[in-house]
């Protein structure tokens, strides 16, 4: 099972990268040239029913060259999970953890935290994300840490926070009984025909789960694509399309952005249609749009900041504009 593009594909990527520019100026949409004037966007790829509409490294790495894509990575980890309990290797979302991971009950309300309460980041577990970050990547064992620090009830606030998925991610792992990037590559990017380099992994060798994953903007965009055909590429089943429709449900809402969140993905709209996304630091970004079959992969420079109405605000209304006029 082959962990990389096929050749023909990267040598259509490769020649639609290499185009002369006055070749591609001719059939660039607009919103093509809103793109390029981003300066921390780095590659843009866009596909309508699984062909490839677009598609542009304007600076950065080539468009089938794997790159951090941040805390997209929830969102593949998501994905894995959906696969863990289509194959049974998990029962579900309202599966306790502490039991999955082999802790002992600590007699309190940490006691009722399930695989779904994870997969929507309402842990009832204090963030390792953002100033948190260092202290916890710092810690010793990076499961300890997270579920050491209760920070209200599980199922309660949305809190985000990486270390909920790293315990997600350990709860795969020891479920399953391989490694997390053991299962990206066997069940995701094997069917998928797309690269899955190894990334950080904590001090007991657990793969992070959550963050820092490697993916290429065609990697990405081919992730959407399977997404759009429920869970299916290629005549080749990937995840369950009840996974898919489950995790597109809202179950929470995230103070930051305002949109909702079901499992691993954002939903909100773009082009006037409903839409869900996976976004990491930087501005990395994939977003489908089921009623177009479209969907949109961006990466950007991943050292530089994206919230708010900064980067990221200008990259919702990229793909706002890439919706209304779609290629």
Do not use: C
């Not at 304007?58 to 863990?84: C, E, H, M, Q, W």
Request: no cysteine; proline share 6%; charged share 15%.
């Amino acid at each position: 099972m082959t962990h990389h593009l096929t050749r023909r594909r990267m040598i259509l990527a490769s020649a639609a990268a290499l185009a002369p520019l006055g070749a591609r100026a001719q059939a660039q949409p607009a919103w093509a040239g809103t793109a390029a004037r981003l300066d921390q966007l780095h590659a843009l790829v866009v596909t309508r029913g699984g062909a490839q509409a677009f598609g542009r490294a304007f600076r950065g790495p080539a468009l089938d060259r794997p790159v951090n894509v941040k805390s997209v990575s929830k969102t593949i980890v998501a994905l894995l999970t959906g696969i863990a309990i289509d194959r049974g290797v998990l029962d579900g979302p309202d599966q306790p953890v502490l039991p999955i991971l082999g802790r002992a009950a600590f007699g309190d309300a940490r006691d009722t935290l399930t695989i779904g309460n994870l997969l929507t980041m309402q842990s009832g577990l204090a963030s390792t994300s953002g100033a948190n970050y260092g202290a916890w990547v710092n810690s010793r064992d990076w499961v300890d840490y997270v579920l050491a620090n209760p920070s209200g009830r599980p199922g309660g606030n949305f809190i985000y926070s990486t270390g909920g998925w790293h315990v997600l991610g350990a709860a795969l792992a020891r479920a399953s009984g391989e490694s997390l990037l053991t299962l990206a590559r066997d069940w995701l990017a094997g069917p998928l025909d797309i690269a899955m380099p190894p990334w950080v992994r904590d001090p007991q060798g657990r793969y992070l789960g959550g963050n820092d994953m490697a993916l290429s903007p065609l990697a990405l965009a081919r992730i959407g694509d399977m997404a759009l055909g429920g869970g299916q590429i290629g005549g080749e089943r990937v995840v369950s399309k009840a996974w898919l429709d489950t995790s597109w449900q809202p179950r929470a809402r995230s103070p930051f952005s305002g949109d909702q969140y079901g499992y691993g993905w954002f939903l909100t709209r773009f082009g006037g249609h409903d839409a869900a996304y996976a976004r990491g630091y930087g501005g990395q970004m994939l977003a489908v749009v089921p009623a177009l079959r479209m969907s949109v992969a961006i990466t950007s420079d991943p050292t530089r900041p994206a919230r708010g109405e900064g980067h990221f605000g200008d990259l919702r209304r990229l793909v706002d504009e890439i919706a209304r006029n779609p290629a």
